[in-house]
């Protein structure tokens, strides 16, 4: 990727998960692998996609464990950023030693989950400690269910980064009233879009692809490109015999065949929004 990214940032993958066999898993959880993920298969798959950088996001069967990531975080801290799962009354104190580490964001996986009313006053301190840090909330929710909780975050002030294209059913195409009105929450200008888990959305492979195409084509429209970024979503859970980083990457080429606009994708908006730059 140096071909279109800044050196010593030779591409940035803002989306993946590092965990082992053996750690304690969360009490209530959708998936638990059987294999391992450590940080240096990771590094390894980078390297031979030629990217240098990336973030690791707290995977759900964990829980609000996050000593494992954290402590990856710490073999390659120039490299790496992480995103964690936390409880909403964690102390104030706790978050900042974790931005002493390289977090960024919070992760609200809220798949197969109730919706939680932002409303209450633990969500507001808790969101209050989020803005003073200048973290994100990251959140991971099927697209009908996403203008309920990215539009009460905004008018939070959070800034708000959407995982896997919103989680739509593919199938249904981009004229879903769901995303529009996520479209439509860009306007904001705190909201972040990955493109990444393209294998998730419901379809068949040619299906996927072809709303990926026109929905990316859309978010350009409504969001701009410094408000998009790529992910590979290693190690792909669920789907880890269907593909691998460097066929994700050749996903992104075919969707974003110009360069200025994979640079975006890739570096720029990852670089600013997980602070792998600074002013």
Known sequence: ??????????????????????????????????????????????????LSHG???????????????????????ERLRGVVVVERDIAFDELERMAGLGVA???????????????????????????????????????????????????LGCKVVVDHFGRPDARLGVGQPAFARLLESGQSGRLWIKVSGIYRLGGT??????????????????????RLLWGSDWPHTQHEHEVNVCSELERLRRLACAAPLRQHLLCNTAAELFGFVKD
Request: hydrophobic fraction near 45%; glycine fraction near 6%; aromatic fraction near 8%.
């Open 1 to 50: 990727m140096s071909e279109i990214c800044p050196l010593p940032i030779r591409g940035i993958d803002a989306h993946a998960h590092v965990f082992e066999r053996g750690l304690g898993l969360a009490t209530v959880r959708r998936y638990a692998p059987d294999y391992d993920a450590t940080l240096a298969d990771y590094l390894t798959r980078l390297g031979e996609s030629d």
């Open 55 to 77: 973030v690791l996001v707290q995977p759900s069967f964990l829980g609000t464990d996050n000593s494992y990531l954290l402590a990856a975080l710490q073999q390659a801290p």
């Open 105 to 155: 964001g919070v992760r609200l996986n809220l798949m197969g989950q109730p919706l939680p009313d932002f409303a209450e006053a633990s969500w507001q301190v808790f969101f209050q400690h989020l803005r003073r840090l200048d973290w994100h909330v990251e959140v991971h929710r099927q697209l009908e269910d996403l203008p309920a909780l990215v539009e009460p975050l905004l008018a």
């Open 205 to 226: 492979p040619m299906e996927n692809l072809h709303f990926a195409e026109k929905a990316l084509s859309l978010m350009l429209q409504s969001l701009g490109p410094d």
